[in-house]
């Protein structure tokens, strides 16, 4: 009697004794809760969270909306007062109050980093999901298209693009959602070949799971950790194009709607008498980047552990 | 008992940036309705091969079939395109694999996954389903099964985990278990405790079970008929007695005489089989096991040999050897 027989009878087949019951805890779920204990990522929701409080509410926070020039006057051809009681952030070139002004903005950025991952991310993900299963010629033509996409500097493509379809928010978030679709084409795809090769997609596609459940249910959902985290960098990248087609001249054209780029565009003549003008938008535009990017950091340690075991 | 797999003179090659690799070389299987057979050989000998290619799981564009048949109940498995071969599947044929750790989904639950297999063939209802599964965890030794279906693999150790891997593998009640190394990953007592459940699913049914192991203790344990594999080729194939009793292949000798027996002659030593299988790259030319071969006959073993029944072996018992072992080896005798 061979080793391993001698033991399959005397262990025989009683089942192991209980182990404690665990409540049932998600991979998601434990993510979050890694997340949750990760210092510099709270304090990023915490930025992303007040931005998103103030874009929502910046009607009723701001002290004057944000097109009214009714201060021009009082400027009494100085530009430009600096902050005071009346006017926490000072005043404009125009005589428009900074402070409404920046409140406004935080709801044009967020609009454009929000809408343009969105965009980005429904075509990459369909891009890099179609080239990552289904390979061979599929794989090929998309990648080829994603390597053109990506041979232009990102920046300099959504200048061009935003030349191309003209001024205006909608223009630029199409503009950097395009930009970012090879990026999350290119990476979904990567991820996608890394789980096809997994044993639990052999082993699902051994016992007849269809195909559209390996895409959806088994593939698609152990290849989005990347992406994710890419997502929410890219929130913070957005909204640096965005304010950086501002500064460009290639803002969104109408000025009752405040954009932070277009802001800073318009200070250079002023930096001298009145730098606020140029610091505090900026400010604004480091520290939503700031948050998104703490975010996105903390993610990518709280869910890619756990998905290589 | 009737014929359920047929597998006769498979060939598989994998083109590889190096060239084609000829992974399996002409393999005869057989396998009757409940029965368990083994497939042994050392790594890379292609068991798994054979296997993923009875399924048509070879990896695609790299892996195919050049030859050969796969009859299961006398229908070709080969030629079948991939919906059909959904249908055979899961329900008909069904496999467990080497290492569990990796072999369940981390971001579906238990339950998730064995309904999965269920719904998709014979369950379509969801809460019938669900009540199948707990009764398959039931089934395969995991206590408090309903609070469990709820779980993610990563609450489950690697002996939990294969017996889940069983359940999903059985739950259609296939006629066919393919079990891939299903303990190597594991640890010993876990080893036993999982062959004990596969033994015990095959005698509560008539499934067939191919077990493929390089673990010849496995083998003694729970199969009847025994191949060995050597290079892509069956190299000796019989009953297991048979086969333990009287090796008539000189690999197998080499085979059994390397593996620690408890209570044998403490001074005899172990002895190795000299060498390293042969690169499969090449297509084989001759003997694939005659560089190694204690009794190479330059004269003969330039020739490839087929599976032949030796002089005085039992019945079914074939080798592929010209110059078989002529008589059971001391070592290789079973007390």
């Given at each position: 009697?061979?080793?391993?027989?001698?033991?399959?009878?005397?262990?025989?087949?009683?089942?192991?004794?209980?182990?404690?019951?665990?409540?049932?805890?998600?991979?998601?779920?434990?993510?979050?809760?890694?997340?949750?204990?990760?210092?510099?990522?709270?304090?990023?929701?915490?930025?992303?969270?007040?931005?998103?409080?103030?874009?929502?509410?910046?009607?009723?926070?701001?002290?004057?909306?944000?097109?009214?020039?009714?201060?021009?006057?009082?400027?009494?051809?100085?530009?430009?007062?600096?902050?005071?009681?009346?006017?926490?952030?000072?005043?404009?070139?125009?005589?428009?109050?900074?402070?409404?002004?920046?409140?406004?903005?935080?709801?044009?950025?967020?609009?454009?980093?929000?809408?343009?991952?969105?965009?980005?991310?429904?075509?990459?993900?369909?891009?890099?999901?179609?080239?990552?299963?289904?390979?061979?010629?599929?794989?090929?033509?998309?990648?080829?298209?994603?390597?053109?996409?990506?041979?232009?500097?990102?920046?300099?493509?959504?200048?061009?693009?935003?030349?191309?379809?003209?001024?205006?928010?909608?223009?630029?978030?199409?503009?950097?959602?395009?930009?970012?679709?090879?990026?999350?084409?290119?990476?979904?795809?990567?991820?996608?070949?890394?789980?096809?090769?997994?044993?639990?997609?052999?082993?699902?596609?051994?016992?007849?799971?269809?195909?559209?459940?390996?895409?959806?249910?088994?593939?698609?959902?152990?290849?989005?950790?990347?992406?994710?985290?890419?997502?929410?960098?890219?929130?913070?990248?957005?909204?640096?194009?965005?304010?950086?087609?501002?500064?460009?001249?290639?803002?969104?054209?109408?000025?009752?709607?405040?954009?932070?780029?277009?802001?800073?565009?318009?200070?250079?003549?002023?930096?001298?008498?009145?730098?606020?003008?140029?610091?505090?938008?900026?400010?604004?535009?480091?520290?939503?980047?700031?948050?998104?990017?703490?975010?996105?950091?903390?993610?990518?340690?709280?869910?890619?552990?756990?998905?290589?075991? | 008992?009737?014929?359920?797999?047929?597998?006769?003179?498979?060939?598989?090659?994998?083109?590889?940036?190096?060239?084609?690799?000829?992974?399996?070389?002409?393999?005869?299987?057989?396998?009757?309705?409940?029965?368990?057979?083994?497939?042994?050989?050392?790594?890379?000998?292609?068991?798994?091969?054979?296997?993923?290619?009875?399924?048509?799981?070879?990896?695609?564009?790299?892996?195919?079939?050049?030859g050969g048949y796969v009859l299961l109940e006398g229908?070709?498995?080969?030629?079948?395109?991939?919906?059909?071969?959904?249908?055979?599947?899961?329900?008909?044929?069904?496999?467990?694999?080497?290492?569990?750790?990796?072999?369940?989904?981390?971001?579906?639950?238990?339950?998730?996954?064995?309904?999965?297999?269920?719904?998709?063939?014979?369950?379509?209802n969801r809460r019938q389903a669900r009540r199948r599964?707990?009764?398959?965890?039931?089934?395969?030794?995991?206590?408090?099964?309903?609070?469990?279906?709820?779980?993610?693999?990563?609450?489950?150790?690697?002996?939990?985990?294969?017996?889940?891997?069983?359940?999903?593998?059985?739950?259609?009640?296939?006629?066919?278990?393919?079990?891939?190394?299903?303990?190597?990953?594991?640890?010993?007592?876990?080893?036993?405790?999982?062959?004990?459940?596969?033994?015990?699913?095959?005698?509560?049914?008539?499934?067939?079970?191919?077990?493929?192991?390089?673990?010849?203790?496995?083998?003694?344990?729970?199969?009847?008929?025994?191949?060995?594999?050597?290079?892509?080729?069956?190299?000796?194939?019989?009953?297991?007695?048979?086969?333990?009793?009287?090796?008539?292949?000189?690999?197998?000798?080499?085979?059994?005489?390397?593996?620690?027996?408890?209570?044998?002659?403490?001074?005899?030593?172990?002895?190795?089989?000299?060498?390293?299988?042969?690169?499969?790259?090449?297509?084989?030319?001759?003997?694939?096991?005659?560089?190694?071969?204690?009794?190479?006959?330059?004269?003969?073993?330039?020739?490839?040999?087929?599976?032949?029944?030796?002089?005085?072996?039992?019945?079914?018992?074939?080798?592929?050897?010209?110059?078989?072992?002529?008589?059971?080896?001391?070592?290789?005798?079973?007390?």
């Amino acid at each position: 009697m061979s080793l391993s027989e001698a033991q399959a009878e005397s262990v025989g087949a009683a089942p192991p004794a209980a182990g404690p019951v665990h409540p049932p805890t998600g991979l998601w779920r434990d993510a979050w809760g890694r997340l949750r204990h990760n210092r510099s990522a709270v304090v990023g929701a915490a930025i992303i969270g007040l931005f998103v409080l103030i874009a929502v509410f910046a009607p009723l926070l701001a002290p004057e909306p944000p097109s009214s020039a009714t201060f021009l006057e009082r400027l009494g051809g100085r530009c430009c007062p600096g902050p005071s009681a009346a006017h926490w952030f000072g005043i404009d070139e125009l005589g428009r109050d900074e402070l409404s002004r920046i409140l406004y903005g935080a709801r044009t950025s967020l609009l454009i980093a929000v809408v343009s991952v969105s965009v980005g991310l429904t075509f990459g993900l369909l891009l890099g999901a179609l080239a990552g299963y289904l390979r061979g010629i599929a794989d090929t033509v998309v990648m080829r298209f994603v390597d053109i996409l990506l041979a232009f500097p990102s920046f300099l493509f959504a200048i061009g693009l935003v030349a191309l379809l003209g001024p205006g928010l909608v223009q630029i978030m199409v503009a950097i959602g395009v930009v970012n679709i090879p990026v999350f084409a290119r990476l979904l795809r990567g991820s996608m070949l890394a789980v096809r090769e997994s044993d639990y997609v052999l082993a699902a596609r051994s016992v007849g799971v269809p195909p559209h459940r390996i895409l959806l249910v088994h593939m698609l959902p152990n290849a989005l950790s990347p992406v994710i985290v890419a997502a929410t960098l890219a929130m913070a990248t957005a909204i640096i194009e965005a304010a950086g087609l501002g500064f460009l001249g290639l803002g969104n054209p109408d000025p009752s709607v405040p954009e932070w780029g277009t802001m800073l565009a318009n200070t250079p003549r002023f930096l001298q008498s009145a730098p606020h003008l140029a610091i505090l938008p900026g400010v604004a535009i480091v520290l939503s980047v700031l948050g998104f990017n703490l975010v996105g950091d903390g993610l990518r340690e709280a869910i890619d552990p756990k998905l290589r075991t | 008992m009737t014929t359920l797999l047929e597998v006769r003179d498979l060939h598989v090659q994998f083109r590889t940036q190096r060239g084609v690799t000829h992974a399996v070389n002409g393999i005869d299987l057989t396998l009757r309705r409940g029965e368990t057979v083994g497939l042994v050989g050392e790594s890379g000998c292609g068991k798994s091969v054979t296997a993923l290619a009875i399924l048509g799981l070879l990896p695609a564009p790299a892996g195919r079939v050049t030859g050969g048949y796969v009859l299961l109940e006398g229908r070709d498995l080969l030629p079948l395109d991939e919906t059909d071969l959904r249908q055979v599947r899961g329900s008909e044929v069904a496999m467990v694999f080497q290492d569990p750790m990796t072999s369940l989904n981390p971001v579906m639950t238990i339950g998730q996954q064995l309904t999965e297999v269920l719904r998709a063939h014979v369950l379509p209802n969801r809460r019938q389903a669900r009540r199948r599964a707990m009764e398959l965890l039931t089934m395969v030794g995991i206590p408090s099964a309903a609070s469990r279906l709820d779980d993610y693999p990563h609450q489950f150790s690697g002996g939990m985990r294969q017996r889940v891997m069983v359940a999903m593998a059985v739950a259609c009640e296939p006629k066919l278990l393919i079990a891939d190394e299903p303990t190597t990953a594991l640890d010993v007592t876990i080893q036993a405790q999982i062959l004990a459940l596969l033994r015990r699913l095959v005698a509560d049914s008539d499934m067939a079970l191919l077990l493929i192991t390089h673990d010849l203790g496995v083998v003694a344990g729970i199969c009847k008929q025994t191949n060995v594999m050597y290079a892509g080729r069956i190299a000796e194939t019989g009953a297991t007695g048979d086969l333990f009793a009287k090796p008539r292949h000189p690999y197998t000798v080499g085979l059994l005489r390397s593996i620690p027996r408890l209570g044998g002659a403490r001074k005899t030593a172990l002895v190795p089989i000299p060498g390293a299988p042969p690169s499969l790259t090449a297509r084989p030319v001759g003997c694939p096991f005659a560089p190694r071969c204690p009794r190479r006959v330059d004269e003969l073993c330039w020739r490839l040999p087929e599976p032949e029944p030796v002089p005085g072996a039992a019945l079914g018992q074939l080798a592929a050897c010209f110059n078989p072992v002529p008589q059971p080896e001391p070592t290789a005798s079973r007390p």
